[in-house]
Nanobody, 128 residues
Framework: QVQLVESGGGLVQAGGSLRLSCAASGRTFSSYAMAWFRQAPGKEREFVAA????????YYADSVKGRFTISRDDAKNTVSLQMNSLKPEDTAVYYCATGAFRSNSGLSHKRMDLYAYWGQGTQVTVSS
């Protein structure tokens, strides 16, 4: 059974950093796209960052570009999100997701319907 487990969330002051990790189990995800989405209270879930199946392309929402970095370690079946210069508007539940599609399109990687597997989420709270 496929399982994604996020960790690393917490409370941080504005300007601080956090590193989220997502451990995948149940199969090898080396040929799967992996991504992070987030959902703030009262808002829809939104795309944050993605890395393509081969690991040589990354995609970011404009709101986090230059502050967040996504990476993957296929040997460990993990994907990470390094978040720097955090802002109160980054407060949300962050979800890890993975999907068996191969694309070099940024638009594809932002589509939630292409990700078949999701984690339970980890809370990130940024205080002002």
């Amino acid at each position: 059974q496929v399982q994604l487990v996020e960790s690393g969330g917490g409370l941080v002051q504005a300007g601080g950093s956090l590193r989220l990790s997502c451990a995948a189990s149940g199969r090898t995800f080396s040929s799967y796209a992996m991504a992070w989405f987030r959902q703030a209270p009262g808002k829809e879930r939104e795309f944050v960052a993605a890395i393509n199946w081969s690991g040589d392309s990354t995609y970011y929402a404009d709101s986090v570009k230059g502050r967040f970095t996504i990476s993957r370690d296929d040997a460990k079946n993990t994907v990470s999100l390094q978040m720097n210069s955090l802002k109160p508007e980054d407060t949300a539940v962050y979800y890890c997701a993975t999907g068996a599609f191969r694309s070099n399109s940024g638009l594809s990687h932002k589509r939630m319907d292409l990700y078949a597997y999701w984690g339970q989420g980890t809370q990130v709270t940024v205080s002002s």
